[in-house]
């Protein structure tokens, strides 16, 4: 396959914190779940790549009380505000059908997964690749204001708060703040959820020119520039010496597209995705405790440094291929 096409970076990650199950004279590593919120377009959630890494609402699941399949019986078995929410909301429609009619949603969500799964560590338990759970948050309405959008993008992140994500992928943006926007992060933020964000596709210094989410620059956010084939700076990303933490893979990305598709994408979206499937993997194989500072911690010693990237990111680092 094409270099260009693998979706993978080098992880070099310790075995440290597994629940080790011995089998004979072998330990093998029970990995840990995580749930990542996949803001975005909608997902296929039929696709061959990602059916079996859904998020489930064990609120929504079972029977009720006169034996009906709590998935379909229009009634909000969990309180949770939502009504058959089982494997997440589409706040754009304002119900439970998670579909995906632009295919950026679906795309992202198998990097992630991809990234997740790539390279299995050695004495991991062959439940590696379910230790992975995405949560299906469908924000953005091509034909909607981008007030509209925010409002939308901003409800999911409190359902991504409320219902027990640990990362959230935000692979979407641009120029507009808002101060109910990020007054959702900050919750984020006080319950330890990293928060994953694009820095954008505009050319532009966001040092200088502001792009949200990825601009708010809290504690608990990675903000992620994409990077060309050879871990230099996409010539369409954002950069920022300052707001920009690290860059990953974001040109000729193959991945998965609704209705059993695959295709090929390019964006900051692409590349906080690959970062999001890192992190989630530092989660799940070390410790699912660790605080999003830490985890960016470990990130950037996986990383290598690109004297190109001097000047447009904090790190001077990139994730690449391999």
């Known amino acids: 396959m094409n270099k260009k096409f693998i979706v993978g970076l080098t992880l070099c990650l310790a075995q440290n914190n597994y629940a080790a199950i011995k089998k004979g004279s072998v330990y093998f590593y029970e990995p840990q779940q995580v749930v990542v919120a996949v803001i975005d377009s909608g997902v296929d959630i039929t696709h061959p790549m990602l ?27 969990d309180g949770n505000g939502f009504v ?50 995405l949560m299906i948050l469908k924000y953005y309405d091509p034909k909607g204001k981008q007030q509209d959008n925010i409002k939308y993008s901003t409800s999911a992140i409190q359902y991504a708060n409320k219902m027990g994500a640990q990362i959230i992928n935000y692979s979407g943006g641009g120029a507009e703040s808002s101060a109910t926007e990020l007054a959702a992060i900050q919750n984020s933020e006080k319950k330890g959820i990293l928060f994953i964000a694009a820095a954008g596709n505009d050319q532009s210094n966001t040092d200088l020119i502001k792009y949200y989410p990825a601009s708010y620059g809290l504690t608990n ?13 996409s010539n369409f990303s954002n950069y920022g010496a300052r707001s920009v933490d690290i860059v990953a893979p974001g040109q000729g990305i193959l ?14 979206s692409q590349a906080t995705a690959f970062v999001t499937g890192a992190a989630a993997k530092i989660l799940a194989t070390q410790n699912a405790a ?5 985890v960016l911690t470990k990130l950037l010693k996986t990383a290598i440094v690109n004297k190109s990237l001097q000047g447009k990111t904090k790190n001077r680092l990139a994730l690449l291929n391999d």
């Open 51 to 77: 059916k079996n890494n859904i998020w489930t609402n064990q609120g929504e699941t079972g029977k009720d009380i006169f034996g009906n399949d709590k998935q379909i019986n229009g009634v909000d078995d």
């Open 84 to 133: 058959d929410d089982v494997h997440g909301w589409n706040f754009v429609d304002n119900n439970n059908k998670v579909d995906d009619g632009q295919g950026h949603g679906t795309h992202i969500a198998a990097i992630i997964k991809n990234e997740f799964m790539h390279k299995q560590i050695e004495n991991t338990k062959s439940t590696l690749p379910q230790a992975i759970r």
């Open 221 to 233: 956010m990675i903000t992620v520039a994409a990077a060309d084939h050879a871990g230099a700076l």
């Open 255 to 268: 991945s998965a597209l609704p209705h059993q598709g695959y295709g090929i994408m390019s964006g900051t």
């Open 290 to 294: 660790l605080k999003p500072e830490q």
